[in-house]
């Protein structure tokens, strides 16, 4: 658990790491190599590092230099999967296109993942049926078989993030034009491109959300790539400074130029924000916040996962807030656990939420958490409540944030793991 005095005023700077999003399916696109990659910036957490334990089982070598990644799937097989590991993980999904482009059968469980909607796969496997794998399902498990047929294909990706990269994935070596129609194109999104195309992938990109993936006939190996900054931790340490800071924090490594629609809100919410040097971002406390109201969209619209740590920030915003999620159904239940710290709020059906403030978040029962991201703006919220609070579930704030605890504790925050 985690145990943490709030109320303290934090100061000095923080790092982010690379991004979870980027590198989970940068490294199951790293099987289409069937060879070695360097991957730098690749963050230390506990996604990371389950996917590589379902790796080792299928041959594939690795091993950590600082936050380098040196990476061999020389030798893949999937005789040894191990389906315990898979279940834990949601974006297993990622391993059925390498897989099946290897061995062209594949049988893997369902997998599992965060307590938002029911994200359901079966976008995934009617698109990987639509360029040649039949599948069937047989209770809990997912069997899929055959091999790609080779003609061009259109196929509407409907802007789910991680359904264009399993497309992405999935067609760079399919012979033929594979056309991705509303695809998604956040910035992880676009990190998985630049890998294949440094890879050799002819991807292209067209203002209209169109992917077209030209067939390549094989994909070299031996290279170096920059996982990029992960974003999402940014945001979530610039609510945390206009919360919490004594007069500023410095966030490093920020990666600045997918901040945009963040960063306007922010100042539409009166939090000041400077842009220094080298990607490094300074946010200062705010004493005074004006109400705003937010609606999540896909990149380069406001973003879901920050649409948690947001509704932290706006507890403190004097008057009403209204919150907009049309993503997830079932997103906007974390605010039952900050109703419980006294935050004033009203869930005006799955979708929407009033937030109304300021409210002094007080400690005076146990709250849980529903995800990964409101798990992050739970801690923010602990950690301006002028309480002492024992916090369970760290595997959640493991799971996507490398050095969570220490990163706050440099900061001066009063939190420890125990």
Known sequence: MLIIKGGKALTWKIKVSGSKNAALPILWAALLLKGKVRLKWMPNIWDVNTFLDIMSNIWVKYKFIGDTLEFDSSNISK???????????????????????????????????????????????????????????????????????????????????????????????????????????????????????????????????????????????????????????????MVLGALAAEKYIDIENARIQDLYAFIEKLKDAWVQVENLWNDTLRVFKSERLKTVSIQTNIFPGFPTDLQSPFAVLMTQAKWTNKVHEILFEGRLNFLVELEKMQANVALLNPHEALIFGPSPLKWGVSVTSWDLRAWAAMVIAWLIAEWTTKVTKVEYIHRGYENFVENLQSLWADIEEV
């Open 79 to 237: 005789d040894n999967l191990d389906l315990e590991k898979i279940k834990k993980i949601r974006a297993s999904i990622f391993l059925l296109s390498p897989l099946l482009y290897f061995f062209w059968n594949i049988s893997i469980p369902f997998p599992w993942g965060c307590n938002i909607w029911k994200r359901p796969i079966d976008a995934h496997l009617n698109w990987l049926q639509a360029i040649g794998y039949d599948y069937k399902i047989d209770d809990e498990e997912i069997i899929l078989e055959w091999k790609l047929e080779s003609w061009d294909k259109t196929i509407n990706a409907w802007f789910w993030v991680s359904s264009t990269e399993n497309l992405i994935v999935a067609n760079v070596l399919r012979k033929w034009v594979t056309t991705i129609e509303l695809a998604g194109i956040e910035p992880h999104v676009m990190n998985l491109v630049d890998f294949l195309r440094a890879a050799g992938a002819d991807i292209k990109i067209r203002y209209n959300h169109t992917i077209i993936v030209t067939w390549v006939k094989e994909l070299r190996d031996d290279f170096e790539f920059n996982i990029i900054s992960d974003y999402i931790q940014s945001w979530t340490y």
